[in-house]
Each structure stands twice: as structure tokens, then as C-alpha cells.
């Protein structure tokens, strides 16, 4: 095995999760990331803590939305409800053996089972912001995402550990300078109300007042690196043009343009698959409005791997997120989907906030 996956396994269960003896840590993925699993769960089983493992299969999940009727998409298992109350802390693995399992399957369908596990998630979430369940998702490297990313599977296992600096001696003591770079951009831009995004194609203001600007440095996402917030719901004015592929639930939509008047999503287009664009965002109310506004800080991950864990921290880009706001942000914003949408600002490009340029060409300037 190679060492970064224990020495990973130990960030993730010592650092990101901070988990405590006697926890109950469910540990979750598909079969292809067995080897980090098994190693999360030796590791969780030496620290004293009570670990258990739930595979995601694929083939049912494909199957199930393919087959089953509205009144099975509709029901909601108690059993995910006792587990959401249950549980301690998460661990989820994201490991693929095919990543467009999904790809045939009805847009309704999907939409609908989502809309169906909303209490479920709905739940999760308000724990995790009340601090009773932590969680923190990460990549292991398999031949379907390296494929995905346009890279051999040595060259995209490099991709990802070097992007958790799995490579160095510690780890753990990098993170925590990120964590205290990024406070710092927090604290000042806890300061401000009115953001405007500048670039190529895009035009876009909103605003921010009120809402809490939160520095993620690897403890709910790793690898991680941004700084986001939850803008207000109604104020997003213009356009903007997402510079790559949106990626949700197995499916590509290229060239996504969309325009917001008061906070609403009114036009949107694509280059491709803008039928699928379009369903999920008559998912619910809240699918056409923004959650979550976010600017990428790691500059380690310098090109696009079609994977949203790394894609969304590339330093140099910010992203919006369609749907649902993330709770600690103070964003109000509720629906079935969250989905993050990027966009590269290292090229001719600026924010400002209250008029005063705080980001150009891909750097901040505060």
C-alpha cells in the first residue's frame, strides 16, 4: 500500500474529523476505495472509536432510479433518519469506478429521490452547524477519475496527495498556516456588503451584509483552500459565464451562461446538455437561486480534473453554487441541489467590494 493512504487516513480521522474515542463513525464510499476505507477503519479502531463501514453500489443506485416508481422515489428509508441522529462523525470517501453511471437516467427521476432525501440532508447539515456530527469527504485516486481527468492513474494519484501535501513530512502543520491565512481574508471581508465580479463575459453583483465569510482549510473537505459565504438571496444582478464544465450527479453541461435578476436565476443556457441544466433547476424554488458564493485558494491545483472536491479550490477561481446555502454562512437560501458552478478570474478580471478592488487577475490584493 502506499504510505500517503495511511498518513491520509490519519489527517483525515485526527485533524479533519477530530475524532474522539468512543464515536460512532460511519465510513462511506464505493468498493473501489476499500484500501483507504480499511485503512480509516484500523486507524478509528486503534484511537478507541466505534467505526462502521456502508458501501455505495452503483449498479442498484442506477437501477433504482431507472426502475422504480414515483411512489418508491418518494419514500424515505427511517433508516437514514435513525442513522443521521445516530452517528458521530463521517467519513466519505469519493472513489469511482465509472463516472457517468448516471448518464442515462430520467432527470426527473433524479430530481424527484432528491428532493425526497431533502430531510435527511436537511438534518445532517443543522448537526453538523450545531457541532454534534462532523464529516469530511475526500478523493482516492482510481482508474475512472484519473480517465475523467484526462490523466494516468500514477500521474492523478500524484494530482491528489500533492494537493493535500500528502507528500511532505507533516501535513497537518500546513493546513493549519492556510487556516490562518485565510482567516485573516475572512475577518476583512466579514467587512463588507456589495461584491461585484468582473471578467470575461461576466457581470455580476450581489450582496453579502449580514453573512459570515467561512475559511475552509481541510476539515470538512480534503484537500480543501477557499473562502466562502452565503450571499443574500434576493440580491444577485447580471451574468456570469462559468470559464468550465458543470458537473453534477454523473452529468456535463458545457458553456453554462446564466442571468439573475433580483437574485433569480431568470435565463440560463448551455453548450450542452442545457435540458438537464434547465431540470434541476426547476428542481424547487430554491434551485435557481444562490447559496453559496466562493473564491478558490489552492494554488497546488493548477488544472481542471472534472472532480468538483478539487476543481472548486483551484486558486485563481471562484464559484457560485445554485440551491441550497451552507448553514454556518448564515445563508438562508433552501432546495434539493447544491450545485457548484466555476469560474477562472486569472485572467483580465476583478472583485470589488464596496467599490474597493479586493481580488485581480486570480490573487487577492487585501
Not at 452517528?87 to 457517468?100: E, G, K, M, Y
Not at 452529468?251 to 446538455?273: M, P, Q, T
Not at 478558490?296 to 477561481?317: A, C, H, P, R, W
Request: charged letters at 30%; aromatic letters at 10%.
Amino acid at each position: 500500500m502506499d504510505p500517503r493512504i495511511k498518513k491520509l487516513a490519519r489527517v483525515l480521522l485526527h485533524y479533519s474529523l477530530k475524532l474522539k474515542k468512543g464515536q460512532l463513525l460511519r465510513i462511506q464510499g464505493e468498493l473501489v476505495g476499500l484500501p483507504l476505507m480499511n485503512a480509516a477503519f484500523e486507524e478509528a479502531v486503534d484511537m478507541g472509536a466505534n467505526p462502521f463501514l456502508k458501501l455505495r453500489i452503483p449498479e442498484q443506485e442506477e437501477y433504482f432510479l431507472k426502475h422504480a416508481g414515483d411512489d418508491q422515489l418518494k419514500y424515505l428509508n427511517p433508516v437514514n433518519r435513525y442513522e443521521t441522529e445516530k452517528i458521530d462523525a463521517v467519513l466519505h470517501i469519493w472513489a469511482s469506478q465509472n463516472t457517468r453511471y448516471l448518464s442515462g437516467v430520467d432527470p426527473r427521476k433524479q430530481a424527484l429521490a432528491m428532493k425526497t432525501l431533502r430531510p435527511v440532508r436537511d438534518r445532517f447539515y443543522k448537526r453538523v452547524n450545531e457541532k454534534t456530527l462532523s464529516w469530511v469527504g475526500t478523493q482516492f485516486p482510481t482508474h475512472a477519475d484519473a480517465q475523467e481527468a484526462d490523466m494516468s492513474l500514477e500521474d492523478y494519484r500524484e494530482f491528489v496527495f500533492k494537493a493535500g501535501h500528502l507528500n511532505s513530512t507533516d501535513p497537518v502543520k500546513h493546513w493549519k498556516k492556510v487556516a490562518r491565512e485565510q482567516d485573516r481574508l475572512a475577518k476583512i471581508l466579514n467587512r463588507f456588503d456589495k461584491i461585484h465580479v468582473q471578467s470575461k463575459d461576466t457581470d455580476l453583483k450581489l450582496r453579502v451584509k449580514g453573512r459570515k465569510w467561512i475559511n475552509c482549510a481541510g476539515t470538512e473537505n480534503f484537500p480543501d483552500g477557499e473562502i466562502f459565504t452565503g450571499p443574500l438571496e434576493d440580491t444577485a444582478e447580471g451574468v456570469i459565464r462559468y470559464s468550465f464544465p458543470a458537473i453534477y450527479m454523473g452529468r456535463e453541461v458545457e458553456d453554462v451562461r446564466l442571468e439573475f435578476r433580483k437574485g433569480r436565476v431568470i435565463k440560463e443556457s448551455a453548450g450542452k446538455n442545457v435540458e438537464f441544466l434547465s431540470k434541476m433547476l426547476d428542481t424547487d424554488k430554491g434551485a435557481r437561486y444562490i447559496g453559496e458564493f466562493a473564491i478558490g485558494t489552492n494554488y497546488e491545483i493548477k488544472q481542471f480534473s472534472k472532480n468538483i472536491l478539487f476543481d472548486e479550490k483551484i486558486g485563481g477561481t471562484c464559484h457560485l453554487a445554485l440551491g441550497a446555502s451552507i448553514l454556518e454562512s448564515g445563508g438562508k437560501n433552501k432546495s434539493s441541489i447544491h450545485w457548484d458552478m466555476i469560474c477562472d478570474l486569472k485572467g483580465d478580471s476583478q472583485i470589488t467590494a464596496d467599490g474597493k478592488i479586493i481580488y485581480r487577475n486570480g490573487k487577492f490584493t487585501i
